[in-house]
C-alpha cells in the first residue's frame, strides 16, 4: 500500500465546503432586506414649497406631571424640590435642548406652573401639552 505525504495530494483530494460561506451570504441578505427602507416615489422630480410654519419639536428634555404631582425626567420620579438640580444639569449638557412639559389631566395647575416657572428661570425654551 502506497503512502501519500501532503506534498502528493491530487486535485481529487481537495475539497472545499461551500455551506458556511452561503450560510453568511444569506443571512447578510436577509439582515439587509429587513433594515433597508423601501420608500415609494412618485417618479418625478417636484418642486416643493417652503412651510413657514412648520416646525420639528424634537424635545431634548421631557418632563411629564402626574396627577399624583409627581414630576418623572428620564424615567425617574421627583418632588417639586428635587426637580431644580436634575433640569439644571440636563440644561448644561445641552444648552440649546427646548423641554415639552407633558401633563396629565388630574395634574394641578399649579405643579405644570411651578414646573414651567422652574424652566423659565433656568432659560430652557418650554411647551407645554396635555394630550
Given at each position: 500500500?502506497?503512502?501519500?505525504t501532503?506534498?502528493?495530494?491530487?486535485?481529487?483530494?481537495?475539497e472545499?465546503?461551500?455551506?458556511?460561506?452561503l450560510?453568511?451570504v444569506?443571512?447578510?441578505?436577509?439582515?439587509?432586506?429587513?433594515?433597508?427602507?423601501?420608500?415609494?416615489?412618485?417618479?418625478?422630480?417636484?418642486?416643493?414649497?417652503?412651510?413657514?410654519?412648520?416646525?420639528?419639536?424634537?424635545?431634548?428634555?421631557?418632563v411629564a406631571?402626574?396627577g399624583?404631582?409627581?414630576?418623572?425626567?428620564?424615567?425617574?420620579?421627583?418632588?417639586?424640590?428635587?426637580?431644580?438640580p436634575?433640569?439644571?444639569?440636563?440644561?448644561?449638557?445641552?444648552?440649546?435642548?427646548?423641554?415639552?412639559?407633558?401633563?396629565?389631566?388630574?395634574?394641578?395647575?399649579?405643579?405644570?406652573?411651578?414646573v414651567?416657572?422652574?424652566?423659565?428661570?433656568?432659560?430652557?425654551?418650554?411647551?407645554?401639552?396635555?394630550?
Amino acid at each position: 500500500m502506497a503512502r501519500r505525504t501532503r506534498t502528493e495530494a491530487t486535485s481529487e483530494d481537495t475539497e472545499l465546503n461551500m455551506t458556511p460561506m452561503l450560510d453568511v451570504v444569506f443571512i447578510l441578505l436577509i439582515f439587509f432586506i429587513v433594515t433597508s427602507k423601501f420608500i415609494k416615489t412618485p417618479g418625478v422630480d417636484i418642486s416643493k414649497p417652503i412651510a413657514v410654519t412648520a416646525k420639528s419639536d424634537e424635545p431634548g428634555l421631557m418632563v411629564a406631571v402626574t396627577g399624583d404631582d409627581e414630576i418623572w425626567i428620564d424615567n425617574v420620579p421627583y418632588t417639586l424640590e428635587e426637580v431644580r438640580p436634575v433640569i439644571s444639569a440636563l440644561h448644561d449638557e445641552n444648552p440649546k435642548a427646548t423641554a415639552i412639559i407633558l401633563g396629565d389631566k388630574k395634574a394641578r395647575a399649579g405643579t405644570v406652573m411651578a414646573v414651567q416657572d422652574l424652566l423659565q428661570e433656568l432659560r430652557v425654551v418650554t411647551k407645554i401639552s396635555t394630550n
